[in-house]
């Protein structure tokens, strides 16, 4: 089993990298986001591979930049109907903080938002997930509990005024930690535009 890949970057295209290692060539299939994050031909590279063989014995590496994208993809994968292009969307659309926030809350509609995933799939990937997905530790990621009670709204309303939905959540969970469980939306609000802003 392969576990991660390092090397050297020898060529990529729209959806696929070659990583050098040692002399030999790892075709890697990657996010088209992935691609434009790597460094420039030549240089060292590392991807965490989910190995993947197909009944007809076809073996495909997909690689990631961060264990926690790899830990999604992978738990994707467990539910039935969920094969590696699905997988690959959800890694596309969600962050892993974003996906076990919805697995957790039961939020369908956030799920429906990655291509291809329809109401009907998203509610079975929540009941075979929610049981277990807060033992899915992300790296620096806030305790599991404190993301799910953030307000949903407010964090709405933070997107709508520019901010990016992961900044979003992180700046409501940072003034609900200082104002407390019984502040006010209005004071919330207020408070996590200056985390966003900074």
Do not use: C, W
Not at 44 to 63: E, P, S, W
Not at 65 to 85: C, N
Request: hydrophobic share 45%; no cysteine; net charge positive.
């Amino acid at each position: 089993m392969i576990s991660y890949i390092k090397g050297v970057l020898a060529h990529k295209d729209t959806k696929q990298v070659t990583v050098d290692v040692n002399g030999v060539g790892y075709a890697v299939d990657v996010l088209p986001r992935t691609l434009t994050d790597l460094p420039p031909i030549g240089d060292a590279v590392t991807f965490y591979i989910h190995y993947h063989q197909t009944r007809d014995n076809k073996i495909t590496l997909y690689g990631f930049i961060s264990r926690d994208a790899l830990k999604v993809f992978e738990l994707a994968l467990t539910v039935s109907g969920v094969g590696p292009t699905l997988a690959q969307n959800i890694v596309a659309r969600l962050s892993p903080l974003q996906f076990q926030r919805a697995i957790h809350r039961g939020d369908t509609a956030a799920l429906t938002r990655v291509p291809r995933l329809g109401k009907e799939l998203a509610q079975v990937m929540i009941s075979k997930l929610k049981k277990n997905i807060t033992k899915m530790t992300l790296e620096g990621a806030a305790d599991i509990e404190n993301i799910v009670s953030l307000d949903a709204e407010v964090i709405e309303m933070l997107i709508n005024l520019g901010a990016p939905e992961l900044q979003a959540e992180k700046a409501v969970e940072k003034a609900q930690k200082i104002l407390g469980p019984s502040a006010k939306r209005e004071d919330i609000v207020q408070h996590a535009l200056r985390y966003v802003q900074n």
